[in-house]
């Protein structure tokens, strides 16, 4: 009796010198984490791999930072097949999966010169807005304006060629370009992204509003995050970050289902779904 006592007592020792000790490795993980992500937001991928890595040994129970680690290695190792890659098909699909890992973290920079080649050589039909839509991103307006005017119309090029022209205080222009844009929900969310940016500037709050919820409905689950740390930053909506409305429309929810390559409800805990061929950039 006396020795299940003693053992009872030492297993309640241990576990309360144990339980800081975990808090500790828990706090450094998840110090290291963000240290990593700080280190991908400015496009350092290979440190930025090491705090990961570090951050899921520290915390082997943390799923998010498993999945972060094994989403960038596969990034990195595509980054490196990419320059190899000749196939146009096979080149493009990894290009596009790049692409849409870069929106998903704002990285727009590395996203520029892929869109430029896929322009370029034609690879996509809405090349001339991807293209647009990034330059846009990096504050280019008169060439993404120069871009699209030879380019042929389609709702979400009008868009951007509106928010381009507004961007450059062209304003009637740009309101002229908003009345004619014919963005419906085949259009796709970055459209509607688009607009709301376009509304913003031109002062229509009330459209911006409604057409930032729409872009937010039609966004993937897994990507919803991403586009409202963007519409966030984004200087186009400066002048509603004070309208009650705005802090509303951030709240809004997707309507997409996921997923259909595992044919699961959600792509959110797939460590795959940043570098999925079914983006929807």
């Known amino acids: ?103 998903d973290h704002l990285l727009f920079e590395e996203a520029l010169p892929l869109d430029r080649k896929i322009h370029a050589e034609r690879l996509a039909e809405n090349s001339a807005a991807a293209l647009a839509e990034t330059l846009l991103a990096l504050g280019d307006n008169a060439e993404a304006a120069e871009m699209l005017s030879k380019e042929s119309s389609s709702p979400r090029t009008d868009v951007l060629m509106g928010l381009a022209l507004a961007r450059e205080g062209r304003m009637s222009e740009a309101k002229t370009a908003s009345s004619k844009a ?43 995050d991403s586009l409202k740390d963007e519409a966030r930053q984004c200087p186009d909506f400066g002048a509603l970050a004070s309208i009650p409305a705005f802090a509303e429309a951030l709240e809004t929810g997707s309507k997409v289902k996921e997923s259909g390559c595992s044919k699961g409800t959600s792509c959110g805990g797939c460590p795959h779904r940043s570098t999925c061929a079914g983006s929807d950039h």
Do not use: C
Not at 12 to 38: C, H, I, N, S, Y
């Open 182 to 224: 014919a963005v419906s929900k085949n259009s796709g969310p970055r459209a509607f992204f688009a607009l709301a940016r376009l509304q913003a500037l031109i002062g229509d709050s009330e459209g911006a509003v409604e057409a930032l919820r729409k872009s937010f409905e039609l966004t993937s689950p897994s990507r919803l």
């Open 1 to 103: 009796m006396l020795h299940k006592v003693i053992m009872k007592s030492l297993v309640a020792m241990v576990a309360l010198v144990a339980m800081p000790a975990l808090a500790e490795v828990r706090e450094d993980a998840a110090a290291t984490f963000q240290k990593g992500k700080a280190l991908l937001a400015e496009a350092n991928f290979n440190d930025a791999l090491v705090s990961f890595r570090t951050a899921a040994r520290f915390d082997t129970g943390n799923q998010e930072y498993l999945q972060a680690y094994s989403q960038l290695v596969q990034v990195i190792r595509m980054r490196q097949d990419l320059a190899k890659t000749q196939d146009p098909e096979k080149w493009f699909s990894k290009a596009r999966a790049l692409r849409t890992f870069y929106y």
